[in-house]
């Protein structure tokens, strides 16, 4: 019996198993059409829903109709307005635009403010709990977190969104750090932005020591994220190409070039129609010519132990 146990357990150490996970569910109705013809063709198996986005009801909606789509929380803390009132969270918003009702508008004005002790970690526990919920109470069961601009790689702002987590029994984040040999795999990045994505990955010892800490399940890591904008397929094949054994997770950000996704404040507007088409070429035919990848969603990342 150990001996057949064990067997299972080197099987399922041996596989290559990927999340699919796009990123932005209910900016844009083009967005939300993407995502759920991918699922349903495919070639995705996971979102990650934004509880204060504008076209949030129609992707609840979206989601009931395609019960296979895994559903997650892309919890807002930078870019955008708290679901939570002013007077409930003040530290989150924009000290320079104190009427405005927004929260800091990049990562490195929330980081240096954090650091500064500017920000209160029960604020951020507080809204990121109001997200989650949001979702929850619109009867989708939410699989895991993770955040925008991927503030929660930052131990100050893990702490409180992992403690928010657990509140809302969510057991489920995303490692967003990017291994060695994605960023190999990856050649079109620019000097600025593989700098970015390397000082990111100086903070990696204290998310696993936090991860484990909380007792949080995530993958092996993200791939995708250094190629955020730029992810085609012949990206996408080289990524995969080179992908070990384990657990990964793939961050895209696929849609459809609409009015709405324009007056959206993101800077991935034709890059979205890009990767749609990337991810509908290239993971059907990847997964009907590699009989060692499977495609998961996060209610399954548990199940390599």
Same mark, same amino acid.
């Given at each position: 019996m150990h001996a057949i146990a064990n067997r299972t357990l080197d099987t399922l150490a041996k596989m290559k198993r990927l999340i699919i996970n796009a990123d932005d569910f209910g900016l844009a109705p083009g967005v939300n059409r993407a995502i759920v013809e991918l699922q349903q063709a495919g070639a995705l198996s996971s979102t990650t +829903?934004?509880?204060?986005? %504008?076209?949030?009801?129609p992707a609840v909606y979206l989601a009931f109709a395609q019960p296979a789509l895994s559903v997650g929380c892309h919890v807002m803390l930078v870019d955008g307005s708290p679901l939570l009132r002013a007077d409930e969270v003040p530290s989150l918003l924009d000290p320079r635009r104190p009427a405005s009702f927004s929260l800091r508008p990049s990562v490195g004005s929330f980081l240096r403010d954090l650091m500064r002790g500017r920000i209160r970690e029960q604020e951020i526990e507080a809204e990121a709990i109001a997200q989650i919920r949001r979702i929850q109470s619109s009867g989708v069961t939410v699989s895991h977190i993770d955040s925008h601009k991927h503030i929660h790689a930052f131990p100050r702002a893990l702490a409180p969104l992992l403690r928010a987590a657990q509140h809302c029994g969510v057991d489920c984040v995303r490692n967003p750090f990017? %291994? !060695?040999? !994605? $960023?190999?795999?990856?050649r079109v990045a620019g000097v600025w932005r593989r700098a970015q994505v390397h000082a990111m990955r100086s903070q990696q010892r204290a998310f696993s /020591? +936090?991860?484990?800490?909380h007792g949080m399940l995530t993958a092996d890591g993200s791939i995708g994220v250094l190629a955020t904008g730029s992810l085609d397929a012949d990206v996408l094949r080289s990524l995969l190409h080179a992908m %070990?054994?384990?657990t990964w997770e793939l961050v895209c950000h696929p849609g459809y070039h609409d009015r709405a996704l324009e007056q959206a404040h993101t800077r991935l507007v034709a890059s979205r129609d890009?990767? /749609? !088409? !990337? $991810? +509908?070429?290239?993971? %059907?035919?990847?997964l009907r010519k590699d009989a060692g990848l499977s495609l998961i969603d996060f209610h399954q990342v548990g199940q390599r132990a």
């Amino acid at each position: 019996m150990h001996a057949i146990a064990n067997r299972t357990l080197d099987t399922l150490a041996k596989m290559k198993r990927l999340i699919i996970n796009a990123d932005d569910f209910g900016l844009a109705p083009g967005v939300n059409r993407a995502i759920v013809e991918l699922q349903q063709a495919g070639a995705l198996s996971s979102t990650t +829903l934004m509880a204060t986005a %504008p076209y949030f009801s129609p992707a609840v909606y979206l989601a009931f109709a395609q019960p296979a789509l895994s559903v997650g929380c892309h919890v807002m803390l930078v870019d955008g307005s708290p679901l939570l009132r002013a007077d409930e969270v003040p530290s989150l918003l924009d000290p320079r635009r104190p009427a405005s009702f927004s929260l800091r508008p990049s990562v490195g004005s929330f980081l240096r403010d954090l650091m500064r002790g500017r920000i209160r970690e029960q604020e951020i526990e507080a809204e990121a709990i109001a997200q989650i919920r949001r979702i929850q109470s619109s009867g989708v069961t939410v699989s895991h977190i993770d955040s925008h601009k991927h503030i929660h790689a930052f131990p100050r702002a893990l702490a409180p969104l992992l403690r928010a987590a657990q509140h809302c029994g969510v057991d489920c984040v995303r490692n967003p750090f990017e %291994p !060695s040999w !994605s $960023l190999r795999a990856t050649r079109v990045a620019g000097v600025w932005r593989r700098a970015q994505v390397h000082a990111m990955r100086s903070q990696q010892r204290a998310f696993s /020591r +936090l991860t484990e800490k909380h007792g949080m399940l995530t993958a092996d890591g993200s791939i995708g994220v250094l190629a955020t904008g730029s992810l085609d397929a012949d990206v996408l094949r080289s990524l995969l190409h080179a992908m %070990p054994d384990g657990t990964w997770e793939l961050v895209c950000h696929p849609g459809y070039h609409d009015r709405a996704l324009e007056q959206a404040h993101t800077r991935l507007v034709a890059s979205r129609d890009t990767e /749609r !088409s !990337s $991810l +509908l070429e290239v993971i %059907p035919e990847a997964l009907r010519k590699d009989a060692g990848l499977s495609l998961i969603d996060f209610h399954q990342v548990g199940q390599r132990a």
